[in-house]
């Protein structure tokens, strides 16, 4: 099991402080792995709505749960929305007898339930599949082939690790989606996802894809809402500044995790990545995905103009604005279109993510940065004291 302590920090320091906390996350990612590290699942305090003894254990909710002292968990809460009310009321006790880490996989259904039922009360943790600083850096070339899971990563073999995502996107559509009230056939979502898989790091434009799978736009667009909401698919919206200039309003569109991204693109091995035309845009996707986990930021948007300028990443953070291009070359430059957006959108600082070994400056605050730089940690120690002058 790869140690995954920066988390398991943020779990505890969430628990210290916040009656509820939910871990919010795509399935298979690790949040049973990491719950079990705060309760043996074998505990009366431990409740797996999946398993059929947790669930007759909850038949009477309220006197199944009021009792317990410590530390509660509650995992695929999704299944069970008639629960947040109640933990309401458990959580508004005072002396407050228990805390409650709820576990859940479908972020449409457990923010909604919870906003309207724990607003005030509960705390998000967001949980992602495993990350280039928990992996290694040794282990990027690897880690970028098979992607975060923890089963598709940690498989004994190209092939075991192959047949883990190819089982998983089945249960995903014939099993998961259908349990969380989304139907949809499982044929028609396979064929939008494989379909995205082509269009992963580009604008989306919905009229296309409705076309060929030959429903409205609407359809399609509530297509790409769902992948989005269970955390397979990354929707970036544009950033739209004050500017004379006409600038992008699509959205653009990332796979989340890089290994099933090339599982429906028929990517078996490390020769047909680094062989295969998509390979730019998924290495750009999988630096996205890497540098949103070690920033992370308050909010993060992409930049683009009709006239050629953009920006892969503009994040919000602690008030400042900090953009990051993510650029697939031996030796990134500073290029006019960085230069335009330092001044427009009066960046704090730039950084170039490449896949080199050296970190170098570029200008006064537009520094090139290695991507096995976001692995070390060291995107939490860098610097924003120096202002660009254009």
Not at 10 to 27: K, T
Not at 37 to 44: K, R
Not at 177 to 203: D, K, N, S, V
């Amino acid at each position: 099991m790869i140690p995954r302590e920066a988390l398991l920090q943020s779990i505890r320091n969430a628990l210290s402080r916040s009656r509820v906390v939910a871990l919010i996350g795509p399935r298979q990612c690790g949040k049973t792995t990491l719950a079990r590290q705060f309760l043996s699942a074998d505990s009366l305090n431990y409740f797996d709505l999946e398993d059929l003894t947790s669930l007759t254990r909850l038949q009477e909710p309220m006197t199944a749960l009021r009792d317990l002292r410590g530390l509660v968990v509650i995992d695929e809460i999704q299944r069970r929305p008639d629960l947040f009310p109640l933990l309401r009321v458990l959580c508004d006790r005072d002396p407050l007898p228990a805390h409650f880490l709820i576990l859940g996989s479908a972020s449409p259904n457990l923010l909604r339930a919870s906003s309207e039922s724990l607003a005030g009360r509960v705390e998000v943790v967001p949980v992602n599949g495993l990350s280039l600083a928990e992996v290694g850096v040794e282990a990027q070339s690897w880690h970028w082939l098979r992607g975060g899971f923890p089963l598709s990563f940690l498989a004994a073999s190209e092939t075991d690790s192959l047949a883990w995502r190819r089982n998983f996107i089945q249960m995903f559509l014939e099993r998961d989606l259908p349990q969380w009230g989304m139907r949809i056939p499982a044929a028609t979502l396979l064929r939008f996802w494989t379909m995205l898989a082509h269009y992963h790091g580009q604008i989306w434009k919905t009229a296309e894809p409705a076309r060929v799978l030959g429903v409205s736009e609407p359809t399609a667009r509530h297509y790409l809402d769902v992948l989005e909401g269970v955390f397979m698919a990354r929707v970036l919206q544009p950033w739209h500044a004050n500017l004379r200039k006409r600038q992008v309003k699509s959205p653009k569109m990332y796979f989340r995790d890089s290994g099933l991204l090339h599982y429906l693109l028929g990517i078996r091995s490390d020769l047909d990545l680094h062989t295969h035309p998509k390979s730019g845009a998924s290495w750009e996707g999988y630096a996205v995905e890497e540098t949103l986990k070690a920033f992370a930021p308050d909010e993060a948007y992409y930049w683009a103009t009709h006239g050629g300028a953009e920006l892969d990443l503009l994040l919000l953070k602690e008030g400042r604005r900090i953009g990051v291009e993510c650029k697939r070359v031996d030796a990134p430059r500073l290029t006019p279109s960085m230069r335009t957006a330092l001044a427009d959108l009066e960046l704090d600082w730039l950084y170039v993510i490449y896949p080199g070994s050296l970190a170098y400056p570029l200008a006064g605050n537009v520094t090139a940065l290695p991507l096995a730089s976001l692995g070390s940690g060291s995107a939490h120690d860098l610097d924003f004291s120096t202002t660009y002058k254009p």
